[in-house]
């Protein structure tokens, strides 16, 4: 508080000047135009405070000249420590200056200070001399308390009291001001330190801890005013303020927010705590362990700050952004632990940064948010694969033989990336983000099965072959590399994948069988006969399909394309013997060498392209010869071999072949007694059936 040039700042040396002149002095000082100011409460309650203490010299002139020794002699006007403080002087660390205590004893020794005198040297931060003469106006009043001076009159040794107080008070202001000065300012007042920790010293000395409480209603006369506490809290509250200065941007002006006001935030603070150790600590004694206070209140303030953060309604990569910085940057070489701090500020002994309630509900913050996140990614791996493939045609790449699909990579790596930042915060977080991953991904599979079918099912596009073969060898990729990379179980994973490749398989057959059915009708009619009909579109519609599975991944691709080939020849076979006009043995011949020229291109092709049914091979060409030969005997060679290398072919199916190469009801039923008699299983003998998939035709005999 700035006080008035024109106000009262001593009391005159002599107390024998009259009372009218000390009115006369306070009327024209309270008749001041600048009493008129915030200020002026404070100075008229000095005023009247000076007067009573004023009388009270007075009175206490008369009564020495009265009483001839006095019971208030003058040597009491010096302030004095105790015997113990007298003997030790205060001998500030780092070679500063030693400083007596009796240098403001004596001062006061020769004239003692007003309250507003006092004050003054307070707002002039000369508090040793300040506190000097506090202690002795303290140490006066209490003369006098005890004396029972009061005892008329409590009125006035309240208004004394409280002036003392008041003063005791304004000067723990100053030194909270000292104190939060300290990292403000560009450079560090050594001398108001030191004489800080004097001040504080002979408090201490002045006002030993004798363990007496303090009541309510009672003075704190003599009471230790707990100046080292108060200098405790000016640092907590020092540290906080720094804190709260540190520069924070917006979320609208910055997405990066976040990022940068923790950046400040270490860099701020790494410079205030290198101030501290390089010329903050030589000014205190090492009882104060200045570095380790000031390390433990910027503990406490960024544990709060960052609570505070933490309410706000932060986003995944924000969450992240404080999670990572409270494990792996705090504590680190780029924070307290940087070189330069070292070895003053220690954090072995330093708390948690937060609690552990505090900590998981910023972890489980982190979960919920990155759940949102991860299906966002999954839903960008869908919204790709139809906009920038499937509507624009894109044929899949090959790789080491194999159609290639980006699904399987673009899954793991979102997996690994969210697991690998998880888990340099904790293994716990990892894990847990792992399982979100993976259920995330359960949720995935299907909703892109169910995209690609219909996508499939209302395009009729070459691609599908390609796509539905890239999509089954990143369905065993991914299964492949969550069990290896991420040493997941993956039964749940082959569930949802055997389904999708089943659902995947159908359309597949749905769309090979629409083509290549109607063309398998053509065969045995009269424009397929005379040669009008080619086989060359019905090889292309198969191609159109099984060309592809040779990139397909076993066993998947493989075990495709054998069941095409079963169902081409299959198919072939059942429009074959069907039932038909009888043909001459010039037709019969025609169309033998038809059936054996195109079941070898047929055969061929899918050989070529992958499939390992050779026992297929022979089907086609032995009805093939049965139907162009001429000799009898010859026929019977023809069926016993069918049936041997097709033992699941039944009665109904060698009658057929015969009716169709000519032959009566009874050569018919006498060729199969006399060759295929021991065919009982319909299944056939080595475990592959192809009869057995076969509707036998009804044959009907005219007579």
């Known amino acids: 508080m700035e006080l008035n040039a024109r106000s009262i700042t001593s009391e005159p040396a002599s107390p024998t000047n009259n009372t009218e002149e000390e009115k006369m002095e306070v009327a024209s000082e309270l008749n001041s135009p600048t009493m008129h100011s915030g200020n002026s409460g404070f100075i008229e309650r000095g005023i009247k405070t000076m007067l009573s203490f004023r009388k009270s010299r007075r009175s206490l002139s008369i009564e020495k000249g009265k009483e001839g020794t006095g019971t208030w002699k003058r040597k009491q006007l010096s302030w004095r420590f105790s015997k113990s403080s007298e003997e030790n002087e205060t001998t500030i660390c780092n070679g500063v200056e030693v400083i007596s205590e009796k240098i403001e004893a004596e001062s006061i020794q020769g004239k003692p200070l007003s309250v507003m005198e006092i004050h003054e040297l307070i707002q002039k931060r000369q508090l040793l001399e300040a506190f000097a003469s506090i202690k002795y106006l303290e140490d006066e009043l209490i003369a006098e308390r005890d004396a029972e001076k009061y005892k008329d009159n409590p009125q006035e040794f309240v208004r004394k009291y409280k002036d003392v107080d008041l003063l005791y008070n304004s000067i723990t202001n100053v030194i909270q001001s000292i104190v939060l000065e300290t990292l ?53 509250e020092s540290t906080r303020k720094r804190i709260q200065r540190v520069p924070m941007p917006s979320k609208e002006e910055m997405s990066s927010w976040l990022v940068l006001h923790l950046d400040l935030l270490q860099k701020h603070l790494r410079e205030d705590l290198l101030k501290i150790k390089l010329s903050v600590k030589k000014c205190y004694p090492e009882e104060y362990q200045v570095c380790d206070t000031y390390v433990e209140a910027f503990h406490k303030a960024i544990a709060s700050h960052l609570e505070d953060l933490s309410q706000r309604p932060l986003e995944f990569n924000e969450l992240y952004t404080l999670l990572d910085w ?86 793991q790596t979102i997996i690994a990336e969210h697991m690998k930042i998880s888990g340099e915060i904790s293994r716990s977080l990892e894990i847990k983000m792992l399982e979100l991953c993976l259920s995330e991904l359960y949720e995935f599979m299907p909703r892109f099965g169910e995209e690609f079918v219909v996508w499939s099912t209302a395009q009729n596009s070459p691609l599908f072959a390609p796509y539905f073969a890239a999509y089954i060898n990143s369905f065993h990729d991914l299964t492949s590399g969550l069990e290896t990379a991420f040493k997941v179980n993956t039964e749940e994973l082959q569930k949802i994948s055997a389904a999708l490749t089943r659902n995947f398989t159908n359309i597949f057959w749905n769309k090979l069988r629409t083509r290549a059915q109607p063309l398998f009708k053509k065969i045995l009619t009269k424009d397929w006969i005379l040669a009008t009909e080619k086989l060359d579109s019905l090889v292309l519609a ?10 397909m991944r076993e066993p998947t691709g493989q075990e495709l394309l ?69 000799k009898k005997d010859e026929i019977k060679e023809y069926v016993k071999e069918l049936c041997q290398d097709y033992p699941d072919i ?54």
Not at 542 to 551: A, I
Request: hydrophobic share 40%; charged share 25%.
């Open 650 to 703: 039944r009665k109904e199916h060698v009658l057929a072949v015969l009716a169709l190469r000519g032959l009566g009801r009874t050569r018919r039923a006498a060729i199969f007694r006399q060759v295929c008699h021991r065919l009982e299983s319909p299944d056939g003998g080595d475990g592959s059936a192809l009869f057995a998939e076969i509707d036998a035709p009804v044959i009907i005999s005219c007579f």
């Open 326 to 411: 409270v494990a792996n940057t705090y504590r680190s070489e780029l924070f307290l632990g940087h070189p330069d701090l070292k070895p003053e500020v220690k954090t072995e002994n330093l708390t948690l940064l937060l609690t552990p309630a505090h900590w998981d509900k910023l972890k489980n913050d982190y979960i919920a948010s990155a759940k949102g996140k991860i299906k966002s990614y999954f839903g960008n791996i869908l919204r790709l694969e139809v906009t920038e493939k499937w509507e624009k045609e894109v044929h899949p790449e090959v790789k080491e033989n194999f159609y290639h699909s980006s699904l399987s990579f673009d899954i």
């Open 184 to 236: 403000e300012h560009p450079t560090v007042e050594d001398t108001m330190l030191t004489s800080l920790v004097t001040l504080i010293a002979r408090e201490e000395a002045a006002h030993p801890n004798t363990g007496i409480s303090v009541h309510s209603g009672s003075d704190l006369l003599g009471i230790p005013r707990k100046w080292r506490e108060e200098w405790m809290a000016a640092v907590n």
């Open 562 to 630: 054998r069941n095409i080939h079963k169902y081409v020849v299959r198919e072939y076979i059942t429009q074959v013997i069907k039932p038909r006009r009888k043909m001459n043995a010039e037709t019969r011949q025609q169309v033998s060498e038809k059936m054996n020229r195109e079941a070898r291109i047929l055969n061929n092709t899918l050989i070529d392209q992958g499939s390992d049914s050779d026992w297929l091979l022979p089907a086609i060409h032995h009805i093939a010869n049965i139907i162009g030969e001429k």
């Open 542 to 551: 198969v191609s159109q399909f099984s060309k592809h599975l040779q990139h």
